[in-house]
């Protein structure tokens, strides 16, 4: 990394471009040093930040060789009580890009340095506002666009789980220092450890990072968007529903079969939770090479998805037509909750539509073309994904590092249990704990190294 902490650092916190108001931040034992030669009361008395200005609203002119700039607000926040843990200083000065450019050219020149994408909350982190986890939540927050991804990330950046992983890592840290301690004293044959209380917590970390594992499917869902790719043969309607369900023209509709050559995807929030619809090529057999291109890419996109909506023209199709077409794609499928639907039944007499089901699913009967029965399918899709009881919950793993780091701490948790079954040495019972320790310190940050830092908080937009 190249960051120097002892320089004081400026950037502007809100997105890039004209508005009514911008707010640029400072943060550094220089802060006050900088930003007080050029600001001015009302009747161009100069004024002085201090520590005794936290708190307050500082209305206040900022000028530069007798020209005023902009009449901002400065809220001022000493060390340790603000969000780096250093003096820092925002300021809110009016959106103008010219404004905003002229105000940071001004404290630049006075000595402040551009901040580096991430640098605010990684000088949180390392003065201990809060653990890596939470530092990584920040992020998530800023980019969550649903309810749900928005919830999931504030319970992480309030503490989540890496409270409950630090406190159980620092009684293994306890037992391995015990073991170690044995170790010394081979020759001797003492025992330090308490067999039956290390098991105790083996299975009491084991179990909770299998909980935390399996949390990890649904959190990155919530995180990322719900995957639902809608498949079936050509002219079902594929298109017809994507444009239904996004309420635009998305897709382009046509009465020729195999108009999509390519999957076409666009995003929906349904209740809160954001779903990922990919609109594919028809499946049929082709001689046409572009279009089989096409068909490939949707088999690729099906064993992405969470969820598959089978889509087909209950016109063309008898219920045995349809199983045989199902028991097809099985193969291509079966790690995903299916939906099927059978479309244009405004071209269907009332008395034949039936409510039957195939393979164990309800099909849900709509035409997409006229929009009948579109809220029915996004109930439908809604309720397959029952997130409210883990959203409730602190123990949901949404970033994927997290689960790498877990799932390693895990698989040497396990050796370290079976090992005891096995009555193995120390010395190799104590091995697996140390790199399980390091596993479990790599999520809130205790054990890191500039590289993991760096490939973290690069991602993270500046200003934050």
Same mark, same amino acid.
């Given at each position: 990394?190249?960051?120097?902490?002892?320089?004081?650092?400026?950037?502007?916190?809100?997105?890039?471009?004209?508005?009514?108001?911008?707010?640029?931040?400072?943060?550094?034992?220089?802060?006050?040093?900088?930003?007080?030669?050029?600001?001015?009361?009302?009747?161009?008395?100069?004024?002085?930040?201090?520590?005794?200005?936290?708190?307050?609203?500082?209305?206040?002119?900022?000028?530069?060789?007798?020209?005023?700039?902009?009449?901002?607000?400065?809220?001022?926040?000493?060390?340790?009580?603000?969000?780096?843990?250093?003096?820092?200083?925002?300021?809110?000065?009016?959106?103008?890009?010219?404004?905003?450019?002229?105000?940071?050219?001004?404290?630049?020149?006075?000595?402040?340095?551009?901040?580096?994408?991430?640098?605010?909350?990684?000088?949180?982190?390392?003065?201990?506002?809060?653990?890596?986890?939470?530092?990584?939540?920040?992020?998530?927050?800023?980019?969550?666009?649903?309810?749900?991804?928005?919830?999931?990330?504030?319970?992480?950046?309030?503490?989540?789980?890496?409270?409950?992983?630090?406190?159980?890592?620092?009684?293994?840290?306890?037992?391995?220092?015990?073991?170690?301690?044995?170790?010394?004293?081979?020759?001797?044959?003492?025992?330090?450890?308490?067999?039956?209380?290390?098991?105790?917590?083996?299975?009491?970390?084991?179990?909770?990072?299998?909980?935390?594992?399996?949390?990890?499917?649904?959190?990155?869902?919530?995180?990322?968007?719900?995957?639902?790719?809608?498949?079936?043969?050509?002219?079902?309607?594929?298109?017809?529903?994507?444009?239904?369900?996004?309420?635009?023209?998305?897709?382009?509709?046509?009465?020729?079969?195999?108009?999509?050559?390519?999957?076409?995807?666009?995003?929906?929030?349904?209740?809160?939770?954001?779903?990922?619809?990919?609109?594919?090529?028809?499946?049929?057999?082709?001689?046409?090479?572009?279009?089989?291109?096409?068909?490939?890419?949707?088999?690729?996109?099906?064993?992405?998805?969470?969820?598959?909506?089978?889509?087909?023209?209950? *016109? +063309? %199709?008898? !219920?045995?037509? &349809?199983?045989?077409? $199902?028991? @097809? =794609?099985? /193969?291509?499928? #079966?790690?995903?909750?299916?939906?099927?639907?059978?479309?244009?039944?405004?071209?269907?007499?009332?008395?034949?539509?039936?409510?039957?089901?195939?393979?164990?699913?309800?099909?849900?009967?709509?035409?997409?073309? *006229? +929009? %009948?029965? !579109?809220?029915? &399918?996004?109930?439908? $899709?809604? @309720? =397959?994904? /029952?997130?409210? #009881?883990?959203?409730?919950?602190?123990?949901?793993?949404?970033?994927?590092?997290?689960?790498?780091?877990?799932?390693?701490?895990?698989?040497?948790?396990?050796?370290?249990?079976?090992?005891?079954?096995?009555?193995?040495?120390?010395?190799?019972?104590?091995?697996?704990?140390?790199?399980?320790? @390091?596993?479990?310190?790599?999520?809130?940050?205790?054990?890191?190294?500039?590289?993991?830092?760096?490939?973290?908080?690069?991602?993270?937009?500046?200003?934050?």
């Amino acid at each position: 990394m190249n960051y120097n902490f002892k320089d004081t650092i400026i950037a502007l916190s809100t997105a890039k471009g004209a508005g009514a108001i911008a707010l640029m931040r400072l943060s550094g034992n220089k802060a006050f040093q900088i930003v007080s030669p050029f600001i001015f009361s009302k009747k161009l008395k100069p004024i002085q930040l201090s520590a005794s200005h936290a708190g307050k609203h500082v209305f206040a002119l900022i000028c530069e060789h007798n020209t005023v700039i902009d009449e901002v607000l400065i809220n001022v926040f000493v060390a340790p009580k603000s969000y780096t843990g250093e003096d820092c200083i925002e300021i809110s000065c009016h959106g103008s890009m010219y404004i905003q450019q002229k105000l940071l050219q001004i404290f630049l020149g006075a000595g402040a340095r551009m901040a580096q994408a991430g640098e605010f909350t990684l000088r949180a982190f390392l003065n201990q506002k809060f653990d890596l986890s939470q530092a990584e939540a920040v992020s998530d927050l800023i980019a969550s666009d649903s309810e749900a991804s928005h919830r999931m990330a504030m319970q992480q950046m309030r503490g989540g789980y890496g409270l409950k992983i630090k406190l159980l890592r620092d009684e293994l840290i306890n037992f391995a220092s015990l073991i170690e301690l044995e170790l010394d004293f081979a020759e001797e044959d003492v025992e330090f450890a308490n067999r039956s209380q290390l098991i105790e917590l083996l299975d009491k970390l084991i179990l909770l990072i299998q909980k935390l594992l399996k949390s990890f499917d649904v959190g990155n869902v919530i995180k990322n968007g719900v995957p639902v790719v809608i498949i079936g043969k050509p002219n079902s309607g594929k298109s017809t529903l994507l444009n239904a369900l996004l309420e635009e023209e998305r897709a382009i509709v046509s009465e020729i079969p195999g108009t999509t050559r390519d999957t076409i995807e666009d995003e929906l929030n349904i209740n809160g939770l954001l779903f990922r619809f990919i609109d594919t090529a028809g499946l049929r057999n082709t001689n046409d090479q572009i279009e089989q291109i096409g068909i490939n890419r949707s088999f690729e996109s099906i064993k992405k998805a969470a969820a598959v909506i089978y889509l087909y023209d209950v *016109n +063309q %199709l008898s !219920i045995d037509e &349809l199983s045989n077409e $199902l028991n @097809q =794609l099985h /193969e291509h499928t #079966q790690h995903a909750k299916l939906i099927v639907v059978a479309n244009k039944i405004d071209r269907l007499n009332s008395e034949k539509i039936a409510y039957q089901k195939v393979a164990e699913n309800d099909i849900v009967f709509i035409s997409a073309k *006229n +929009q %009948l029965h !579109i809220e029915n &399918l996004k109930d439908k $899709l809604f @309720q =397959l994904f /029952e997130f409210n #009881q883990l959203e409730m919950a602190d123990t949901v793993v949404t970033n994927a590092r997290h689960a790498h780091a877990l799932k390693l701490a895990f698989e040497n948790l396990n050796q370290v249990r079976n090992g005891i079954d096995l009555n193995l040495s120390g010395e190799l019972l104590a091995q697996s704990i140390r790199e399980a320790i @390091q596993e479990l310190g790599q999520i809130t940050g205790e054990v890191s190294s500039n590289d993991l830092l760096a490939n973290i908080f690069s991602k993270f937009c500046i200003g934050k």
